[in-house]
């Protein structure tokens, strides 16, 4: 097998002669007829099964979609990564290779060509940063044991508590808590299965389980009393009682599209939740538990359609931030009208899906998972301050006033990666599996979850604390 050389695989797009020479044609003058119904494609993962693919690592290429037979070569620019490879009977091909130490970290275009006949395709191969365990020693780490499937995580001041969801497997989710924990101890001090949710038609048409109304995000409301879970698989959020965990309001399944993040505006009676995959963030009135209005967010990047993800919210500045993943963008929403203010995009970032800000300077935070970063925005301008890789599948951000720090979970490297209100990286915490969301609480103090099924150290709630 030809491999790639160590000092060829380098960032930057593929220009079109390099294309035209990966292609054959400077060795043959003709131009073959081309496939009209090629559908080959090839997808990069690590070797090493759940990692990520690092600089250095050995690279599984898995094909599909080609004629039997047919001949594939897979190329970075005119270099050929791979040897010539031969489709199967199932017009399946596989190779392995060794990525050099030195491969620049980002996404990287690879053409796919295949002959006989011809058709040529672009796969992207992402290559994550590889950061070492760095900052640690100032800070105190707490961790407390919780369930299986962690989620999400939100602080109650009133009660010095730390409120978690957990949920595990796919529809129908029979597995789902929702948790207490003490907010300085993490003793578990209540939990509480959800109420079991409607049957669903299944393929053949009849009833089947509907499994709990499992919970994924979760917001805590002092002024009630009461925290709110969003339940993605029924569409629809639910209201518990902060003390006992008792059931409070159970909406009716449809209320919020695959219902993500929920965030309090105490102050006004209010509750944003973000409806996954749709342009719209629905508010509830948390005195009357009932739907108030919804915020449509129409995006500002061409052809493009906003999905809501992950929320921040100001409540002094009365701001609520929306991330959205499909169109790389942040949306800023005037509480007091809930309004749109603006939407600003998010240059450098692909898979945006966490947000933060900095309510001194009116800095947003966004994590983007498909490029491995955390984007740094002026709030006013929208003009990157910064950009910073911080580990492979960035997924969660949260900014803390006190400490002056953002906090990252970053599930697909495991770890979680502190960074500074100009976005320079001060910190990496690794033994994180499968990071999967972070908190702010008090007093500098941050809460993190990690979900990494049976691994030792995971379904774990971290309590961060900066020495003082």
């Known amino acids: 097998m030809t491999l790639l050389h160590p000092h ?19 060795q043959a003058q003709t131009f073959p007829a081309p496939d009209k119904s090629f559908d080959g494609s090839i997808r990069f993962a690590a070797a090493e099964q759940g990692r990520p693919i ?13 004629k039997p037979g047919q001949t594939v070569r897979v190329l970075h620019g005119a270099t050929a990564v791979t040897g010539e490879l031969t489709a ?22 690879l053409v796919v060509v295949s002959t006989g006949p011809y058709g040529a395709a672009v796969s992207e191969l992402k290559v994550s940063p590889d950061l070492p365990v760095m900052g640690v ?76 109304f499992a919970v994924y995000g979760v917001g805590v409301d002092d002024a ?20 006992d965990l008792s059931l409070v309001r159970q909406f009716e399944p449809g209320t919020v599209n695959h219902a993500r993040d929920v965030v309090i505006d105490a102050s006004q009676n209010k509750a944003y939740v973000s409806a996954t995959f749709e342009p719209e963030v629905v508010v509830f009135d948390t005195a009357r538990r009932e739907v108030a209005r919804r915020i449509a967010i129409a995006s500002a990047a061409r052809g493009g359609r906003f999905s809501a993800a992950s929320l921040s919210m100001n409540p002094t500045a009365h701001r609520l931030y929306v991330v959205s993943n499909s ?38 935070f966004v994590a983007a998972q498909g490029t491995d970063n955390v984007v740094v925005l002026d709030g006013e301008s929208g003009a990157v301050i910064a950009d910073t890789p911080v580990g492979a599948g960035a997924l969660n951000v949260a900014f803390d006033p006190v400490s002056r720090q953002a906090f990252v979970a970053n599930r697909g490297s495991s770890t979680i990666a502190v960074v500074n209100a100009d976005g320079r990286l001060v910190a990496n915490f690794g033994g994180a599996p499968q990071a999967n969301h972070v908190a702010a609480g008090a007093r500098g103090v941050f809460y993190a979850v990690t979900k990494g099924g049976d691994q030792d150290d995971a379904n774990t709630v971290w309590r961060i604390q900066p020495r003082r």
Do not use: C
Not at 8 to 26: M, W
Not at 54 to 66: D, I, K, N, S
């Open 137 to 212: 020693e100032r800070y105190d780490v707490r961790r407390g044991e919780a369930a299986r499937g962690l989620y999400q995580s939100a602080y109650s001041a009133k009660n010095n508590a730390v409120f978690v969801t957990s949920a595990v497997g796919r529809p129908p989710v029979r597995q789902s808590e929702l948790l207490r924990m003490n907010a300085d101890t993490l003793a578990i001090e209540a939990r509480i299965t959800p109420a079991a949710a409607p049957g669903r038609p299944g393929r053949d048409g009849q009833v089947q389980d509907g499994g709990v």
């Open 327 to 364: 169109t790389n963008e942040v949306a800023v929403i005037d509480t007091r009208t809930d309004t749109v203010l603006k939407v600003l995009p998010v240059p450098g970032a692909r898979g945006a899906i966490g947000v933060s800000h900095d309510p001194q300077t009116g800095r947003i």
């Open 224 to 243: 009630h009393d009461t925290v709110w879970v969003t339940q993605s698989r029924q569409n629809t959020v639910a209201v518990y009682r902060q003390s």
């Open 54 to 66: 690092l600089p250095g690592a050995e690279v599984v290429a898995a094909g599909q979609g080609f």
């Open 8 to 26: 060829r695989f380098r960032a930057g797009l593929i220009a079109t002669t390099a294309l035209l020479l990966a292609a054959g044609v400077a």
């Open 88 to 109: 199967d009977a199932e017009g399946k091909v596989e190779a392995r290779f060794r990525l050099p130490a030195d491969a620049a970290v980002g996404v990287h275009p």
